[in-house]
Structure formats: C-alpha cells, structure tokens
DNA sequence: CCTCATTCTTTTCGCGCGTAAAGTATTTTG
DNA sequence: CAAAATACTTTACGCGCGAAAAGAATGAGG
C-alpha cells in the first residue's frame, strides 16, 4: 500500500495510467472494460485503497446502487431475521441496502418512505405494517420508485408480493391438530395488524369445515404491535370467562401464542399433548423463540429463505430490465411439531 | 400545493424570492437567517415541497448530518429496542441515522465501519460485537469519526463509553436470591461475547464473598450469538451431569436463562419459587421477552431509557464542539422481581 | 495485409450544492 | 440621525463524478 494519498478518481486513474471515463466505467460494471485494462486497475487498487465518492457517484447516476428495506418491527426477531437475509442477499448482488423500521408507526412508515425517495434507490423491498399503512402514500411510492412487497399484502401495489400461503399454514395445522386431538379453536387479534391474520383465520374456518367440525373464533380486544402482551392479558381473561370451548388453541401467530402460554403459565394450565395436560397451543410462523416456550411451540414454519430469495430475486429482474407483470409468490409452511400442541 | 415542479434550490430560491445562498444558509441551520426570511421561505416551502439534493448536500459539506447506529446483533430484540430508542433520538436532534446489525459477524462488522466512512457520518454509535471485534479496525476508526460506544466496552475507545454497571446487576440479584433461599450457582457460557459477561461474573463472585458464600460457576461451551441455544443445551447437560449445588441458578443474561428455563422444562424440573419447585432461575437485562417465559423471569433490568440518552447526549456533545475528555457512563439496573427467581 | 468492430483516450459539459468575496440593503445602537 | 453591525445579493468557483461525442488505438476475422 502506498503512502501517497488518491484524492479523485482522476488521481486514481493517473496512478493506474488508463483515463479516467474508463475508470468510471471499470467502476460502474468491471465486466465491462477489457481485460488488460481490468488487470492494470486492479493492480493500482492493491497498491492505493481509492474508493469513488460515494455522493458525486450517485448524484450523477441515474439510477443508484442503493436499496431500501423496511420491515413494520424491528423489535420483532422474525423481521429482524427475514431483514438480514434480504440484507445478506442484497449485498451479495452488489447493492447497498439500508434498513429501516416503522417501528409500527404508520407515520413513520411514511417519514421512512419520504426519506427513502431521496437516496434515488434502484428499488425497495418493503413489509408494510399492513392495515395502518397510509395506503394511497404507498401507492405513491411505489409509482416512482420500483418496489416489491413482502410479508404481507396491499392489494394490486408493488412489483410483485412475495409471502406465504397463509390459508395453507392454517390448513396444516388444523388438520394436524385434529388428527391427534379435539379441532382447535381459533385465537386472534380483534383487530390484527396485517392482512396475513384475515387469511389464517379464513384458512381455519374453511379447513374446520371440510373436516365437518364447527369453527369456534376468540377474539382479543387490544391495537398495536404489542402480540404478546395482548395474548396474555386476554387469554387470560378468555380463560376466566370459559371462553374456550375446546382443549386446543389454535394462535393466529406465534407471539400471540407466547403470551398465551404465559396466560396458560399463570392460571395454572399444563400446556402439552400428554395426558396430564389441560390444553394444547399451537402457534403460526415458527418465530425465533418458539423452540424456547415452556412447553416449546408447536406451529408453522415459514420458508424465511424462500421469501427472502424469491423477494430480491423479483425486485432485481425488474430493476435490471424485464417488466414483467405484477406477480405474486407464495410459499408453503412446513408443520414444525413440538410440545406444546 | 403548485404543481411546477421545482428541480433545484435555484429554482426555489427563486419562487421564494430570496437568493440561494440564504436559502442553503436556511437549509443548513433555519436559525441562522433573519425571522422575516425565514418566513418567507417556509411560505415557499409550504406551496412547493422542494428538498435540497442530499448527495450534493453531502458532497460539499466537510461534515454531513449522518448518523451512524451499529448494533452486534439485530436479532435479539435487545438491540432492537435499544437501536430504535437511540434512532429516535438522533432524528429529533435533527441528524439522519442509519442502522447497521453486524449479525455476530466480525468481518461484517469491519465491513459497515468500512462503509461507514464512506458516509463522512458526524458521528456514530457502536456497541460493537465485543470480544470478537477487530480491535485495531475500530481504533482506525474511531481515529477518523467521532465514535460513542455503548453496551460493550473496547478499553480507551470511543470519544465515551455508555452502558451498564455490571457487577451492580450482580451484585444487586445475588442479594435478592440469598434474601430469599439459597445463594445461586452462576451459569455463563465460557467464552463469552463480550466483556460485560467477566463483569458480571466478579460482581457475582464479589457478591458472594461478601455475604460469606462460595462461589460456584458453571460455564457452558458453545460459541456464537446463538445464546438461547447454549443455555438449553448445555444448561441440559449441566443438569444431567449434576453439576448445579444449589437450587438456585443466575444465569449472566436473560437470553442464555431463557435457553436454560426450556433445559428445565425439558428435564421435568419445576421453575420458581413456591414451595413445590425445584430450581430458581434468574436472569440479568430485562429482555423484553423475559415478561413472557414460563414461568416469568426473575431480572435486572437495564436502563435503556438511560443508556441511549446518554449515549445519544455524549455524541452531540462532542460532534457539536466541547471536546471533552474520554468519559464512561454507567447506569445501575433495577431488580424486576417476577415467578422464577 | 486490410477491414471493421471494440475498446480506449481526450475533451467537454453538467449535476446540485457549499462556500467565499465583495458589494448593497436593512436593522440596530448610541 | 449618523455610524456600526448585521443580513442579504451577486458573482464566481469548486467538489468528484457521470455521460456523451469524436478520434485514436487495439484486436479479431477474412
């Protein structure tokens, strides 16, 4: 490494003695000079650590290297982990991704937007916070720059949507838990977050008739991203008040199952499919902690990897030139089966 | 709102009738022009939403309003919640922050400050991985951006270091649990991640000794981020083999005691403190999914609140001119007291 | 060896803003 | 009300790069 400092990329490109608009190109797609040429500038980047500026480089470009990813809830360990594949998977593409939470604040879900806008982003991949999303700023959004949708839907927006097949997570595990016990009764969010909990909740009913049972729905009073603490306190207060007609719950997600099981904990319930146990719990999305509950949680696995391939794969075909139609891809779980259910 | 649209702060500077040095004078601090210009212009911003081009901003200025958030592991809500707090508080201070997870990875970690520098940040906050971290990489670093760590402490590093008073925690719980049964064996995995876990450690030996008790620790093999894992496996196996003394068990996080109370589970034993359980668990962080296990953990909370104003405080401090010495900061955490422990 | 397509060099312009200097207008001070 | 201080305008330049055009060098194919 050399002592003297490279300033610009003209410096840069007098110390590897090939002009500096080849240069720029080497650095926009190095496939794209020739090989000699490559050779020689690799050569000098061994010797000066030169890296372009990376504000001159996007103001003037068109089109940036950057990408957009924002998830509903960071605090969340499920977005917290589908945000570092797309991450891992963008920058293996050679992009730059940034990431961002809305924190479940519909207004900061636009701030986030708003900012975003003004990186010129070569596309984003965005899991909206679903029902509060402001939908027509989205729709706005992904007018002017190219965006694909994950996790959960809004209809007819976006490049693409990737997700899951949530009315087949619901159907495997109603018959699962019908195979090996009393059909479940169905937990969820009066008021749920996403869309993804209406479709589970359609799955439910639909997979209870086929199978000739009567669905039986419990609803939770309660807003916001706070799962867990929802499903305690009116799991709770749904236990106190008989309101559960069978010994098997079916949760709409995973964090609404822990803190089920917390309400189980603390009125006493054993929790488990052994004969000494009150009541079997199940749960959707296979979360990072559901290995962890006391008993560890039965439930659906989502395909984290498929969703997260699938998601960067569609934004950078369209990015990269084919417009294809809007399509949307969704992905199986997979019956992950534990103590609890 | 009019509809031409403006396309640069020539143009705006023209509707608004003030010239565009003012205008990007305005821009760069809004108190810094007369109250009637300031008018003026804000009436123009009302009717056309004109943004100042952030790279070119960037370009010039010899210190942008970029704000750099690097947290070891996005995974663990810990850090989720404690990125988002600091965020919160870097945009109402007017800066721009940008969140980074080097998810464990020490060579990841060296790649965002490398990134990092690129975006000329006026500042940034790092709770680096810890142990794992390339030491020399971050004092390069720390040499050319004014850098706050926080949570995990890199000796002499840093314009400050904010965090938490480890052996306080320790020493805090060890008086409770002895207060109220038998002293507490310490679980810990072996090579820990970072140094907060050796403080931990000798406040609990210091603890004990004090209170005229020996000290038993009983280390878990296992390398990574992946705690809960390393709490339940070797937590198994540690009971197995007999090798907790007491009823009593202190683990040096939550998230390795969360592991631990499924290891409990598993092997049939009865978690908390009534008269028909078999072991006592506590943790140490207050996670914010430690409200939620089974039974509820027993914990010393962090100050967060505390730890990411302080950090964000200290940052400001010195990025907008009192340079002060290196400072450490360390906040007490408080005992939550709930069934396991 | 010649032809033609690539690939490179040279030159020039522009992006949108920061910044500095010098002059003019406005406000404050005594 | 004059002098001084402050805030503004005008003009000009520079940042580091992308992009485009025209000509020179290179290399492949016949």
Redesign the pocket.
């Known amino acids: 490494m050399s002592s003297t400092k490279i ?7 007098a110390v590897s ?9 080497y ?2 797609d190095p496939g ?3 090989q ?3 050779q020689r500038i690799e050569a000098a980047l061994e010797r000066y650590d ?4 990376i ?3 996007n ?5 940036t290297k950057n990408v957009g990813v924002v998830v509903p809830y960071m605090v969340d360990p499920f977005f917290a982990e589908i945000a570092r594949n797309v991450e891992q998977r963008c920058i293996d593409a050679g992009y730059r991704p940034t990431l961002f939470s809305a924190h479940g604040e519909p207004s900061l879900e636009n701030d986030i937007l708003d900012g975003l806008r003004q990186l010129k982003p070569a596309g984003v991949l965005l899991a909206p916070l679903g029902r509060a999303s402001d939908r027509s700023a989205i729709e706005k959004f992904c007018r002017d720059v190219p965006t694909v949708l994950f996790d959960s839907e809004i209809q007819g927006l976006g490049l693409s949507f990737i997700g899951s097949d949530n009315p087949q997570f619901s159907r495997l595990i109603v018959d699962y838990l019908c195979r090996t016990g009393a059909p479940p009764c169905f937990f969820e969010m009066k008021t749920p977050a996403n869309p993804n909990a209406n479709k589970r909740r359609q799955g439910y009913i639909a997979a209870m008739e086929r199978l000739g049972h009567a669905p039986d729905i419990v609803q939770a009073d309660g807003e916001g991203w706070d799962f867990e603490e929802i499903g305690r306190r009116e799991g709770a207060r749904a236990l106190a008040a008989g309101r559960f007609t069978t010994d098997t719950v079916l949760c709409s997600n995973d964090r609404l199952a822990i803190g089920f099981l917390t309400a189980c904990y603390e009125g006493g319930l054993r929790v488990g499919r052994g004969p000494d146990c009150a009541i079997r719990v199940a749960g959707q999305d296979d979360h990072p902690f559901a290995r962890y509950t006391c008993p560890p949680l039965t439930t659906i696995a989502q395909d984290y990897d498929a969703i997260s391939r699938s998601a960067v794969e569609s934004l950078f075909a369209a990015v990269e030139g084919s417009t294809r139609a809007r399509e949307v891809r969704l992905f199986e779980g997979r019956l992950v089966m534990r103590e609890s259910a």
């Open positions: 300033r610009n990329m003209e410096e840069f490109a003695g090939i002009s500096r608009p080849t240069v720029s190109k650095f926009h794209s000079v020739r000699s040429t490559r030169y890296r372009p500026n504000f001159a480089m103001q003037n470009r068109k089109l």
